[in-house]
């Protein structure tokens, strides 16, 4: 199973921004397609944002194209997710999910411990 680590998250305020990070723990993502995955109380986890591994295909949500933007750095081995304008309904728990390719993330089973965003006045 891979393992990935996300950090980031915090409180921050309607219209605030925050800089979500995404790391492997014990292999590398190079090769591997990235999703940005987030599942608010009560809902089911939704794909938010993925980056494939090689030609820097990006894919956006509805609900966040415009406000996010998902990004790796290959040096760092790091996938960040980068959320401006936030809005109370971004509240969730972000996780992030590695795949051979992007068709495959939506297949993901295991997921780490995820990092908390909360929009909140």
């Known amino acids: 199973q ?11 305020q309607p219209g605030g921004s925050l800089r979500l990070s995404c790391a492997p723990s014990g292999f590398s993502l190079d090769y591997y397609a990235i999703g940005w995955f987030r599942q608010a109380p009560g809902k089911e986890r939704e794909g938010v944002a993925c980056i494939s ?43 992030c999910a590695a795949a051979r390719g992007l068709a495959l993330l939506i297949f993901t089973t295991s997921w780490g411990q995820g990092t908390r965003v909360t929009v909140s006045s």
Do not use: C, H, W
């Open 53 to 95: 591994s090689y030609d820097g295909k990006l894919y956006y949500s509805d609900s966040v194209k415009g406000r996010f933007t998902i990004s790796r750095d290959n040096a760092k081995d790091t996938v960040y997710l980068e959320m401006n304008s936030l809005k109370p309904e971004d509240t969730a728990i972000y996780y």
């Open 2 to 12: 891979l393992q990935l680590v996300e950090s980031g998250g915090g409180l921050v």
